[in-house]
């Protein structure tokens, strides 16, 4: 069947069959999935694109968080992660936008993503000598009635975080494929990027107390192996394999290798499930993917629970879409109908989050009376 809706939208259709039987089947309505795509990227091109050389905080080129309610970007949080264009919440963007533009080039969008790598990115926010990470570039002076997030400027400039180094792993990875296949880029050419890459993913299994967890988009890193196998860049693949390794044998070792820097998160399980596969554990794989089913909404055929992870209320986040990778995966090996269903309903729960104007908000609030989108 091929079906339409008017309006985006939770929606049911009741499906009577076999003599008085029936069943609901809910949907997400959205709009075509492409342009949606589009539209965020240029939303946070023109939107969300900070053009101030006189930022005190060297924020200029970043793209700053965009409030919906008041239409704007903002520049102060006492969350000052939020605006320091560090950590999930703040590579999100260039993330994104990136990865978008390996399938769908647009020269404006690849020249204002260049001119963050290299106007802020490198300069401000990554040491090129050691390629540690700072936590923010904004940070406030403290007081004793200060809240937590209000990190001092000593603070700011830490380094351990483990889950942030993955996110630029991928963003220079992004820029080779872009400047392999299209000839964009221009501040540095694709084998320049590449090696940022993968200078980058060492410091990344070598820093922190979660440098052997599995860590959001982290099996992207496994592209960026086969990339310096294919260009012959031998030491540096052999180097970059031996960390992998590394990493690999802690997820076969450990007999629930899912933890996180939070209790209840769900980071972990695509690396994990795609490291195994690389070097093929079938034990650790067969078991990621029960828990990763498990996880699954426990079979409840509603859309914001059937392909999203068990998190309090919160659906339509990012674990959910990494984590039905694995799921769609298995499926394209084992025909497997449950890992279709619960793979695609999580891949495409994200997409609930993108509006057409190109707003993309961060998760969904699905508890019965409050249904609503959050930042």
């Given at each position: 069947?091929?079906?339409?809706?008017?309006?985006?939208?939770?929606?049911?259709?009741?499906?009577?069959?076999?003599?008085?039987?029936?069943?609901?089947?809910?949907?997400?309505?959205?709009?075509?999935?492409?342009?949606?795509?589009?539209?965020?990227?240029?939303?946070?091109?023109?939107?969300?694109?900070?053009?101030?050389?006189?930022?005190?905080?060297?924020?200029?080129?970043?793209?700053?968080?965009?409030?919906?309610?008041?239409?704007?970007?903002?520049?102060?949080?006492?969350?000052?992660?939020?605006?320091?264009?560090?950590?999930?919440?703040?590579?999100?963007?260039?993330?994104?936008?990136?990865?978008?533009?390996?399938?769908?080039?647009?020269?404006?969008?690849?020249?204002?993503?260049?001119?963050?790598?290299?106007?802020?990115?490198?300069?401000?926010?990554?040491?090129?000598?050691?390629?540690?990470?700072?936590?923010?570039?904004?940070?406030?002076?403290?007081?004793?009635?200060?809240?937590?997030?209000?990190?001092?400027?000593?603070?700011?400039?830490?380094?351990?975080?483990?889950?942030?180094?993955?996110?630029?792993?991928?963003?220079?990875?992004?820029?080779?494929?872009?400047?392999?296949?299209?000839?964009?880029?221009?501040?540095?050419?694709?084998?320049?990027?590449?090696?940022?890459?993968?200078?980058?993913?060492?410091?990344?299994?070598?820093?922190?107390?979660?440098?052997?967890?599995?860590?959001?988009?982290?099996?992207?890193?496994?592209?960026?192996?086969?990339?310096?196998?294919?260009?012959?860049?031998?030491?540096?693949?052999?180097?970059?394999?031996?960390?992998?390794?590394?990493?690999?044998?802690?997820?076969?070792?450990?007999?629930?290798?899912?933890?996180?820097?939070?209790?209840?998160?769900?980071?972990?399980?695509?690396?994990?499930?795609?490291?195994?596969?690389?070097?093929?554990?079938?034990?650790?794989?067969?078991?990621?993917?029960?828990?990763?089913?498990?996880?699954?909404?426990?079979?409840?055929?509603?859309?914001?629970?059937?392909?999203?992870?068990?998190?309090?209320?919160?659906?339509?986040?990012?674990?959910?879409?990494?984590?039905?990778?694995?799921?769609?995966k298995e499926f394209e090996e084992t025909g497997d109908m449950e890992m279709l269903i619960k793979g695609y309903a999580?891949?495409?729960?994200?997409?609930?989050?993108?509006?057409?104007?190109?707003?993309?908000?961060?998760?969904?609030?699905?508890?019965?009376?409050?249904?609503?989108?959050?930042?």
């Open positions: 069947m091929t079906l339409s809706f008017k309006g985006r939208g939770q929606k049911s259709l009741k499906f009577a069959y076999n003599g008085g039987r029936w069943t609901n089947v809910h949907f997400y309505s959205i709009e075509d999935l492409e342009s949606l795509i589009k539209a965020r990227a240029q939303f946070i091109t023109h939107r969300q694109f900070l053009d101030d050389p006189d930022d005190p905080f060297n924020r200029h080129h970043m793209f700053l968080p965009f409030d919906y309610q008041i239409e704007s970007t903002y520049s102060d949080s006492d969350s000052v992660w939020e605006v320091g264009r560090s950590d999930e919440y703040d590579f999100s963007e260039p993330v994104f936008l990136a990865e978008k533009n390996v399938y769908y080039p647009v020269k404006e969008e690849v020249e204002a993503l260049e001119a963050y790598v290299n106007d802020c990115l490198i300069k401000h926010i990554q040491n090129q000598e050691t390629f540690a990470l700072r936590a923010s570039l904004y940070w406030k002076q403290r007081y004793p009635s200060c809240p937590w997030g209000h990190w001092t400027e000593e603070r700011s400039k830490e380094s351990y975080r483990t889950y942030n180094y993955h996110h630029v792993v991928n963003v220079y990875h992004a820029f080779y494929k872009i400047g392999n296949r299209y000839r964009l880029t221009e501040q540095k050419k694709p084998l320049e990027y590449l090696k940022l890459a993968y200078k980058t993913s060492v410091k990344w299994f070598n820093t922190g107390p979660w440098r052997h967890v599995g860590v959001v988009c982290g099996s992207n890193v496994l592209n960026v192996l086969e990339d310096l196998k294919q260009e012959k860049l031998q030491q540096e693949y052999k180097a970059l394999l031996n960390e992998i390794q590394k990493c690999n044998q802690v997820f076969i070792e450990t007999p629930y290798p899912y933890s996180s820097e939070l209790f209840v998160d769900q980071a972990a399980h695509e690396q994990v499930y795609f490291f195994t596969r690389y070097f093929w554990n079938q034990e650790k794989i067969s078991k990621t993917l029960q828990v990763i089913t498990a996880l699954r909404g426990c079979n409840q055929p509603v859309w914001f629970s059937y392909g999203n992870d068990k998190r309090v209320d919160s659906a339509c986040w990012y674990t959910e879409s990494l984590n039905g990778m694995p799921l769609l999580g891949v495409m729960s994200v997409t609930a989050n993108l509006l057409p104007d190109g707003m993309g908000f961060g998760r969904f609030v699905s508890t019965p009376e409050d249904f609503h989108m959050i930042l």
